[in-house]
């Protein structure tokens, strides 16, 4: 029984010693198998950038060392590829940037663009028949005339105007009549100025005059068939000023007095007492008949108004 016992007692002890050694061995293997996986990682890294590095999959590590001890090309044909590319791209997007900047101009609400750069973009267009170059031209006439109108006043018109005619309005009548028009529209306390700019340009060029003149009566017809006081207003106003400027006939204020006045309302009637306000000296001094008949024609709604009147008051 002795026996059995102490080989009990040594099978402990030695189970106990195996076991240390064991759990030593364990660590030490995952150690190496850890060391061995990241040297197969770094091994399988290096194989793939020196496939993606060679133009044509990966170069065996002989031709390695002579790649890199072979010297660098010198000369016109040795310049790095990616040098060249980053160039190309970087042209490229200038250019872009360019036509946009060409392609903006002209537009409502466009990018601003300073003086000097639009000097640097002209002197870099060569073509001046080119679509960019008319752009440029264009957008500067535009800026410049809306300046010149702008800045009209009574005290300054006799230097307006020849700047005005040193601008090339044979061009930019369109721009001209449209400034014209907008400066009116936000300042008719200014109307008689900017007629009596239209009467100095008419007697050099009456095509603007007329031009002037149609595409007002065309919003006077636009603003009367929407029944736009705000826009009759003003427009009514610039007609009878231009007719007292000897731009526009008698006998436009008159088809107007009677389109206003054929079938009266009361904002209709408005409109003709101030147009007859401003134009009735004229119209009294060329053709007194149209100026009696329009005065007959008011005292007619003033009577039939009245008399509508009295027979509400009349009624119980």
């Not at 946009?100 to 002209?106: F, I, K, Q, V």
């Not at 609400?109 to 000097?119: C, D, M, R």
């Not at 409109?271 to 329009?294: C, D, H, W, Y």
């Not at 039939?304 to 119980?316: F, K, M, N, Q």
């Amino acid at each position: 029984m002795s026996s059995e016992v102490k080989s009990k007692k040594r099978t402990r002890e030695w189970t106990k010693e195996d076991a240390y050694e064991r759990r030593v061995r364990r660590y030490r293997k995952s150690s190496r198998s850890r060391s061995r996986s990241k040297d197969s990682v770094n091994r399988r890294r290096s194989r793939t950038s020196r496939r993606q590095s060679s133009p044509e999959g990966g170069s065996s590590p002989a031709e390695e060392p002579q790649k890199r001890l072979s010297p660098k090309p010198t000369g016109h044909h040795g310049h790095d590829r990616r040098g060249k590319i980053e160039e190309v791209k970087k042209t490229k997007e200038e250019e872009q940037k360019q036509a946009d900047l060409l392609a903006s101009l002209g537009r409502p609400g466009g990018v601003y663009i300073p003086p000097f750069k639009l000097a640097m973009l002209k002197k870099k267009i060569e073509d001046k028949n080119s679509e960019s170059y008319q752009r440029i031209t264009w957008d500067a006439l535009r800026k410049s005339l809306t300046g010149h109108i702008n800045k009209v006043s009574v005290a300054n018109i006799k230097n307006i105007i020849p700047e005005v005619f040193q601008e090339n309005i044979v061009r930019g009548r369109g721009l001209l009549c449209q400034a014209l028009m907008k400066a009116q529209a936000s300042s008719p306390a200014f109307t008689n100025v900017y007629a009596a700019l239209v009467a100095v340009i008419n007697t050099k060029m009456p095509e603007i005059g007329e031009l002037l003149l149609r595409r007002l009566l065309d919003q006077f017809k636009k603003a009367l068939r929407r029944n736009n006081k705000q826009v009759l207003l003003p427009t009514v106003r610039f007609i009878a000023h231009l007719t007292n400027q000897y731009v526009c006939d008698i006998l436009v204020p008159l088809e107007i007095l009677a389109v206003l006045l054929q079938n009266p309302t009361d904002d209709s009637v408005e409109v003709a007492v101030l147009f007859m306000k401003e134009v009735g000296q004229r119209l009294s001094e060329i053709s007194p008949t149209g100026f009696n008949s329009v005065f007959e024609t008011f005292r007619t709604i003033l009577h039939a108004v009245s008399y509508t009147h009295l027979r509400a008051h009349e009624t119980p």
